[in-house]
């Protein structure tokens, strides 16, 4: 995918060689692009067990300076997926990365407007770019539920000492009729101090050409001012036959929680691709001043 | 393709850990060798127009040392093309890159000979194994004629100061029998001082088994040692079925201007895979010495 | 391929941004993988030539502190074959890590036991990871016999000394019935020391269900501790259809070679996916403890 994308007041910050550090007054308008390609390796064992192993190559623009990045490859992502059996190991998502409705509608050729704006919890993520956690997702499905958990075996190291990281959650989800429900809660091992914990409930449903998602969320990660309740909704509306309009709408209770809010356009040129576009405005209840950011751009597939 | 280099007074540089370097004279012949594989993704829309996108991975030799770099990949350029019309943006090649007869024939499995030696001007570029630019590149094909545009929004940072450096050009090409003529100008946004500028006009023809290419170029990169006019010529000529015997020349006015000039050899073995060698010699009107350079190898394509 | 791996007493090391290094106690039992992809091109001459281009994309965890690492690519090698001819240019192989019966069968998930641990001499070897040496490997097959040689030019360069450290080695194999015999030596530029050098001589059988490797080797590195002959063996027994058990000694005569020795079990699930596990101790007579390590896990082809 490529475009144009505006951020007010884009910034630029330098290093010089003493470490001081310069900040710029950056171009507002650049040229955004992504390139992603998944190298998949696949085996099927006689009796039915599937193995599949993931590496993405991926090439991003430099968001701040507004010049090209070279691409790069990030960490392997392993699987074995049997019946309605899975379980990755690696690089892997984990139950919110992998949550139904957890990311709903998302406006923009960048998808810079989201619901989930409010959760400040750090979860378990897949790594598009950098090498990702060394950890473990297993998902199960059986008709209208399907359940999911994942471990990750963490530590971090500083100054002389080593500290306990490791984070787990877990996820179920049931489907009726035109509506799913999911719920998710996970917790880090926060050594001597609290845990910090994120719960998730989203609801998804489909009415003919209007769809929408709602999510509430209590963050948890023992910081005041980001702690509290989160919230969102995000909506898509299919005009015609080729033109689809997006919404999304997040913010939390805390002061330093991020609003967001704004409305995108998809115009699907067939063959995988597609022109995208977006407007959106980012805020907080502390923050000095709101953030306008749009762009637009073709997004192809191969 | 890879081979055998040989380079007069070869030096290597290193670097010791209090910042200090060493000059070391290396090995005047090593092993040469390039792996290059484009990554390409087309997707085509139902109204006809092409999407492409392409990264691409590339292993070197290291030309100092004699030994092996890792392989990388560089920065992404993505295209939409439209019956004449190409729109490239990302890592692109710009109006000079892509001009017709540009290049010429350079002689040596390395290409290490070329009739544009005089010129100096820093133009936009594709970038095989860095990043490059993020830029936009136009160009339209109509009947006998094409024209190409790029242009490079371009900022550069040292201690403090944040200085424009955009830069563009434009080219028409014509093409009439077996002769195809082009011209091509572009300059660089040099801030309070003068701006850097370069026309270049190349003229290509062929006779049979003979063809030709002439380069004139005015380099007016604001520096006075380089500055002036820049000139070369090349020729390629097929021996019987299987040989082509290639030459380049290439000059320019100012005292500093690199003056080089070669013969190689290229044998075809079919499917692809070819043998190819050459040898010239680099000078400039105030350099101490010229330098001596030969190679020879087998280039192969898949 | 991925799964667990258990060493005692894993260690992670830190550096300080001042330079100083912790050393914490690392998790023992970790997620092991490895993604292997070769990126291979290939060109056929009218004349029957073949050449080849291999790049290797590879990713591993981080074996100390069980994180997982990004995705790399390694150097180039280069290969022109022709009949029972080859030559390899690049990063490449060298006689001994060419030669039949070298590392004999390695039990585990990660080979991590070996007949050939008494062994200290620092062969030309191919880099899966890294750029490699810039080196070149001939092959000649005639009949029973096959003949190896490598060559690679190195140079290395300390605070103000450049070192010639070229090194060479040549092989030859001899298989008669289920026999294959192989003897290779190989040394290395010492400058103005003597040359370390490494003689390597290996046999390996077969008899129906049960297939040895036996290993004896000089191994002279002009290091007083790991001098001395290097021997061991391997065995690998298919138990029924499916199962193969393997098992590997290596020792060697000097006071700080490495002894280990260990089983392994290797279970075929069809459609190039196995899973595999091994146990195995490893010591030396100058060593205070001994280590253990265990590993099991799934790998597959694709």
């Given at each position: ?43 099927e064992t006689d009796g039915g067990v599937r193995f599949e192993a993931r590496v ?9 300076t507004g010049e090209a990045n070279s691409a790069g490859l990030n960490g392997a ?226």
């Amino acid at each position: 995918r490529f475009g144009l994308g505006y951020l007010e007041d884009r910034a630029v910050t330098t290093t010089t060689a003493s470490g001081a550090t310069n900040v710029f007054a950056g171009d507002d308008t650049i040229l955004v692009s992504r390139f992603r390609l998944n190298i998949d390796g696949i085996a099927e064992t006689d009796g039915g067990v599937r193995f599949e192993a993931r590496v993405r190559l991926q090439a991003d623009e430099n968001a701040s300076t507004g010049e090209a990045n070279s691409a790069g490859l990030n960490g392997a992502r392993f699987s074995v997926i049997y019946g309605g059996l899975r379980v990755d190991a690696g690089n892997v998502s984990g139950a919110f990365d992998n949550l139904a409705n957890y990311y709903g509608n998302e406006p923009g050729l960048e998808s810079f407007i989201g619901q989930y704006s409010g959760v400040d919890y750090d979860f378990l993520g897949y790594s598009p770019t950098g090498s990702g956690a060394n950890a473990v997702f297993f998902q199960y499905a059986v008709g209208d539920f399907a359940f999911g958990a994942s471990y990750d075996q963490r530590t971090t190291y500083s100054a002389g000492v080593a500290t306990d990281a490791d984070r787990w959650d877990i996820s179920a989800t049931y489907t009726f009729n035109n509506i799913t429900a999911a719920l998710a809660y996970g917790q880090t091992d926060g050594g001597a101090g609290s845990d910090p914990s994120l719960t998730v409930l989203t609801l998804g449903a489909e009415f003919g050409d209007l769809s929408g998602t709602l999510f509430v969320a209590d963050d948890a990660t023992e910081v005041a001012t980001t702690d509290g309740t989160a919230y969102g909704l995000s909506l898509a509306y299919n005009l015609g036959a080729a033109t689809t309009l997006t919404f999304a709408y997040g913010d939390g209770s805390a002061d330093a929680d991020t609003q967001n809010y704004g409305i995108g356009a998809i115009y699907d040129l067939g063959g995988g691709a597609s022109l995208r576009g977006g407007i959106g405005v980012s805020d907080c209840d502390v923050c000095a001043d709101s953030t306008l950011r749009a762009d637009f751009g073709a997004q192809f597939n191969f």
